[in-house]
């Protein structure tokens, strides 16, 4: 679980969002310049990705700023679910630059043209790798531990982009060796096809939590047995709901008790059962509705 409190978990993923535009630029420098000085189809796929990266860090630090600020009279659930707009607009750019990309190899393929100082190319182009490889691990592991969105979405797109540079690296090596001119645009082609796969999925998954969509099926179980486990004196709990925003965990549930139980006991159960669930669990908003025996719905899946 992350010590972090919320505000300064908001303003560690800000900074981190703001690194990846500076990192973003540096790489995108590199691959420019291994782009021009070869003017390879795949080094150009490669650039034209990380132009996405730096577009992409930009949008997600505005929305984790946005997503940062408070709770107010307009939005009194907060601004959270903001992050989920940068990994939509992040999809949408992937899918662009894929478009783009089989354009220009359509284009070469058509014309044809020759490699130009490709080993200097492609040293610069591995540096440039290397940069966008630990600076993947750095997202994806704060963004897990900060639980944000934005910041996982951004890390998953640079290792995509890592992955993708080292085979365009392995296929110039080819190119290289067999003199085959095609190979270049044929591995320009199949990048575009992965980075599209990757943008469709990302934006599969990013609609999904902008629609409210319930934690996973391990995350829930979780749930229920902490309900069960702290529930004593209480009849049943049922109709439990949840949904993710951001870094927050929305649940709501009925808790059925003894229609003659006093109020302050039926409290004291929601204390312990809230206490425990948060215990457990970071970013948590727990709502119980408390029903008398008798008037119990009996709704959804019974907890106890």
Not at 190 to 204: D, E, Q, S
Not at 211 to 240: F, K, N, S, W, Y
Not at 250 to 274: N, S, T, W, Y
Request: aromatic residues 6%.
């Amino acid at each position: 679980m992350d010590d972090l409190h919320p505000a300064a978990a908001g303003r560690t993923a800000i900074n981190l969002a703001a690194s990846s535009i500076l990192v973003g630029i540096i790489v995108l420098a590199l691959k420019g310049v291994a782009w021009w000085i070869t003017d390879s189809s795949a080094l150009y796929s490669d650039a034209l990705e990380t132009v996405v990266n730096v577009a992409s860090a930009a949008v997600a630090f505005w929305t984790l700023r946005v997503a940062a600020k408070p709770a107010d009279h307009d939005h009194p659930f907060g601004h959270d679910k903001a992050e989920f707009f940068s990994a939509v607009v992040e999809a949408v750019l992937i899918i662009l630059a894929a478009v783009s990309i089989l354009h220009h190899v359509w284009l070469n393929f058509r014309h044809g043209h020759a490699l130009t100082e490709p080993l200097d190319g492609m040293a610069i182009n591995v540096v440039a790798t290397v940069i966008n490889a630990g600076w993947a691990w750095v997202l994806l592991r704060a963004g897990r531990r900060l639980r944000s969105p934005a910041l996982i979405a951004d890390g998953r797109h640079l290792y995509s982009d890592v992955v993708t540079s080292g085979g365009i690296l392995l296929g110039l090596v080819l190119v290289l060796l067999t003199g085959t001119l095609w190979l270049d645009s044929a591995l320009a082609a199949a990048t575009a096809v992965y980075i599209l796969w990757a943008g469709i999925r990302m934006l599969r998954l990013s609609l999904s939590g902008l629609m409210d969509a319930a934690p996973d099926e391990e995350t829930l179980d979780r749930i229920r047995h902490i309900v069960a486990t702290h529930a004593d004196g209480a009849l049943e709990a049922h109709d439990l709901r949840t949904r993710q925003a951001g870094r927050l965990t929305f649940l709501q549930f009925h808790l059925v008790v003894p229609g003659k139980m006093p109020v302050d006991q039926a409290h004291d159960i929601c204390d312990r059962i809230e206490a425990a669930l948060k215990a457990e669990m970071e970013g948590l908003i727990v709502t119980i509705h408390v029903e008398p025996e008798l008037k119990a719905k009996h709704k959804g899946v019974v907890v106890l």
